[in-house]
């Protein structure tokens, strides 16, 4: 029964439709005021109906204080690595360290392909994300004066100039369901975050955790050094028998159930609503926190 000790962050994740642009942006400064810790936005480059989510959210960290910014997450075959990762540390550093990395191997092909992306299988998709996490930290590690080389199959560095460095230890997190990518996860990265809509069952979380951890001792890394994230869905609203539908007190208790049970460190709900981002950021992100911190006391 895995806990992994986190201290527990929340977020929300906001469609980037570029129908009312200013919309967006203000759903990202209403969770900031909300007190969430997090704004994300999925990155689908091929939608037309989408802003570009590079660009929203370098707007976002320009428009907000406090709160940290993610794609959620970064479509890598249409990103090359090597301007990801400067990009990435430019925007840490601007935004004086609230930009993190959620990053994807790749999905829907087709639209991929027709911006000129590269058509992977599954397997190539799992070893071209294994490289360019290679290629990103090397980016960032900017005090390192040997030579810049990665000889991957899908990407190449060859004594490119390192930096720069971000302003702070930029998270990798990777959406991960499959066990070479949740290997992948504990070998190199520095979370998971799945969605619960796409999950079977919660029991998928300690098939994925029991994954992460052996790869991540088999690394030499502790399991902890991963934190565990979870994209969430649901309604306010009466109470009832069924997972995140009922009032922010049942949804504080089950999500302080699941972190003790499953690990989980950060929620992330999926809401284009104000109502919602505040309920989840002023009633339910509080209320969690308390009962997770009194059974941790309690033990």
């Not at 997190?173 to 504990?186: D, E, H, I, Q, S």
């Amino acid at each position: 029964m895995p806990d992994y000790g986190h201290d527990l962050t929340f977020g929300s994740f906001i469609t980037p439709a570029n129908a009312a642009p200013e919309q967006v942006v203000g759903l990202a400064r209403e969770s900031e005021d909300a007190g969430l810790d997090l704004v994300t936005f999925q990155d689908h480059p091929y939608q037309p109906g989408f802003l570009d989510t590079w660009t929203l959210l370098s707007y976002v960290a320009a428009r907000t204080e406090r709160v940290h910014v993610s794609a959620n997450v970064t479509n890598l075959p249409l990103r090359p690595p090597a301007v990801l990762a400067r990009a990435a540390a430019s925007l840490d550093l601007l935004s004086g360290g609230r930009f993190e990395l959620g990053l994807g191997a790749g999905g829907f092909w087709d639209a991929i392909e027709a911006m000129g992306g590269r058509r992977l299988t599954p397997a190539q998709a799992v070893d071209a994300l294994d490289e360019a996490i290679d290629v990103i930290r090397g980016f960032w590690d900017a005090g390192n004066t040997e030579r810049f080389r990665v000889d991957g199959t899908y990407y190449q560095v060859n004594g490119a100039k390192r930096g720069p460095a971000p302003a702070h230890d930029i998270g990798i997190w990777l959406g991960a369901y499959k066990p070479r990518m949740l290997r992948l996860v504990g070998t190199k990265a520095d979370g998971w975050l799945p969605s619960l809509a796409y999950l079977q069952s919660l029991d998928q979380l300690d098939e994925g955790n029991a994954i992460i951890d052996e790869a991540a001792l088999a690394a030499g890394r502790e399991p902890g050094a991963v934190r565990r994230l979870l994209n969430i869905g649901g309604r306010f609203g009466p109470p009832s028998d069924r997972l995140l539908s009922g009032p922010p007190r049942q949804w504080a208790e089950q999500l302080a159930a699941i972190s003790l049970r499953y690990g989980i460190g950060t929620y992330i709900v999926m809401a284009d609503d104000p109502v919602t981002l505040r309920t989840f950021g002023e009633e339910v992100a509080p209320e969690t926190r308390r009962l997770v911190a009194a059974e941790r006391a309690g033990r």
